[in-house]
């Protein structure tokens, strides 16, 4: 079996841990929608990624119905792409404990989310934040997907992904694992915070002012991006001069990814613009690109049993994907199954 032998096929997937930012529209929810129809899409919450650190139950189940009112918000369809939450999916876990048998030790020690989110109290992390790149894998390679669209951040475990395929088909001596390849395109892998341009936009930041979360009201995303901080000078003549100048290419970059186009295109469209222009022009972008998605998210959670629903269908669907790639792999392992 050759590479080429696997069928194209898509997996992405979201921590439901503290509510949806920008960064995850832009990076991730807006990119896998586009990849609908083109072909086989596999969209997951990842509900037993976000247990690796404590998680109140209750905030859980709310968290894992948010994250896919945001994917249906944004324009997912339940029938062009499966659509469901990690944990109705068991093979996920099992897979991903024969992957903890195949990743090395020093493999996960080298893994920079690791060292960022235990910080200086590494021993007193959880075993699953350790392990956690390794049900990453197992998520991926449970549906042999060969394309796995992810923000920047993603990319060291979706190559540790390839690094356990690799070593798993190399070991038992098979061409079973697809090597996947991350995607990682567009204007907006990389959403940084609105207070510090060089620091990533995420859910879990002190203040709430350095990011957009994907359910604030019109007004706090136009009064978010006109406090954002930017250095003194006006836009640049050509994208060239943004190199150095981290929150002024991430507020192009997010105007840029809001409209489909490119910088170099917002450049273009505003040289040597001053702020007063800029920050008022991508505040009105951003509430007419975002307002609609968040009112959307927002009727989708008021019918928690809808959402419940489409998640159960999808498992299902997962599931008939998954079960008999799990059966092969305990095969090839050799162990014994009914
Ligand atoms: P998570 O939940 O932290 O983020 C979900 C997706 O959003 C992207 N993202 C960003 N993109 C650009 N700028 C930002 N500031 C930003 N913040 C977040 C992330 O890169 C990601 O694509 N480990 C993953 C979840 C996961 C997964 C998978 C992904 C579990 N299994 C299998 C792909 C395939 C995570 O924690 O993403």
């Given at each position: 079996m050759t590479q080429t032998s696997f069928t194209p096929r898509v997996f992405s997937g979201i921590k439901p841990s503290g509510g949806l930012q920008l960064g995850n529209y832009l990076g991730a929810i807006k990119r896998f929608v586009g990849m609908q129809g083109s072909m086989e899409t596999i969209y997951c919450v990842v509900d037993m990624h976000a247990i690796t650190v404590w998680q109140d139950p209750k905030d859980l189940a709310n968290g894992t119905r948010e994250v896919a009112a945001g994917y249906l918000a944004a324009g997912l369809d339940p029938a062009k792409s499966i659509l469901f939450?990690?944990?109705?999916?068991s093979a996920h876990a099992e897979l991903a404990w024969i992957f903890n048998c195949v990743a090395r030790v020093g493999w996960m020690n080298r893994m920079t989310q690791f060292k960022d989110k235990a910080g200086s109290n590494a021993e007193k992390a959880s075993l699953g934040l350790y392990a956690y790149p390794s049900l990453m894998a197992a998520d991926i390679l449970l549906y042999h997907a060969t394309q796995v669209p992810v923000g920047e951040d993603q990319k060291q475990h979706v190559e540790l992904t390839r690094d356990i395929a690799a070593k798993f088909n190399h070991d038992y001596g098979v061409n079973f694992f697809p090597m996947t390849e991350p995607v990682i395109d567009g204007p907006a892998t990389r959403v940084m915070n609105l207070r510090d341009g060089t620091k990533k936009m995420s859910k879990s930041g002190e203040s709430d002012m350095e990011r957009i979360n994907m359910l604030d009201d019109a007004d706090t995303i136009a009064k978010k991006f006109k406090k954002a901080k930017t250095d003194p000078e006006p836009l640049p003549e050509t994208v060239e001069g943004l190199a150095t100048r981290p929150e002024a290419r991430n507020l192009v970059e997010i105007y840029a990814a809001l409209d489909d186009t490119t910088p170099e295109a917002v450049i273009a469209q505003?040289?040597?613009?001053?702020w007063g222009t800029f920050k008022p022009a991508l505040a009105d972008l951003a509430v007419a690109k975002l307002a609609p998605i968040s009112t959307d998210m927002a009727r989708f959670m008021a019918d928690p049993a809808e959402i419940d629903r489409i998640l159960s269908q999808g498992a299902e669907k997962a599931r008939a994907i998954a079960t008999p790639i799990l059966q092969k792999t305990y095969d090839i392992v050799g162990l014994l199954r009914d």
């Open positions: 939450n990690q944990s109705r999916v505003y040289p040597g613009a001053g």
